[in-house]
């Protein structure tokens, strides 16, 4: 089958675009606003998008609460998603009334970053602390600006929980990560193989 998305004519039921670019990393984003109220919102269009420096991207579809406060406060936290905190990180994407605490909301513990004034998931087995770099209003082809809001970071600090490393490595059989794919679906990646890049043919 073949479709043009101007149409978006499928003839399926659901839309397949967020299933055909899965799996996604969840960008679990704890903020703090301006006025001292704390958030924690989960974001299915998250990456890493450069390892030096390291920079990280969440993307908000319309101006949300993190995005909100990553803009007034220029900082945020990144929260590792495992498989035994995916139903708490769910029940964060709950619609609050801006203010109200997800963490009070879920029951996770609020903890303080070490160099940003933001709060992270104490209960997580990774957290990236970030600095605002840049925030971008992408365009669609006829030049418009699209509903989105890029947010880019520059992390400048993270923390591990030493249970999760194995032989100097973050041993993903412990961590067991969720990623978001199509439609209402997760998948859990602890079943890891490797490959090793294959070296340049000698002529």
Known sequence: MFYTTDSNR???AHDPFKAIVSPRPIGWIGSKGR???????????????????????????????????????????????SRDLAEKMNLSSAALPYGDSEFDFTGLTAKQAELIDAPYVGEAFAVLECKVTEIIEPRTL???PSENVLVFGEVVGIHIDEAIVRDGRLDMSIARPVARMGYMDYSEGSDVFEMIRPKPQQV
Not at 36 to 47: D, E, H, Q
């Open 10 to 12: 499928h003839g399926l």
């Open 35 to 81: 006025d001292g109220s704390i958030n924690l919102a989960p974001y299915s269009f998250f990456n890493a998008v450069a390892d030096r420096p390291k920079l990280v991207m969440f993307s908000s579809a319309g101006r949300k609460h993190s995005q909100r406060n990553a803009a007034e406060t220029g900082v945020f936290t990144c929260n590792f998603v």
């Open 142 to 144: 006829s030049g418009e």
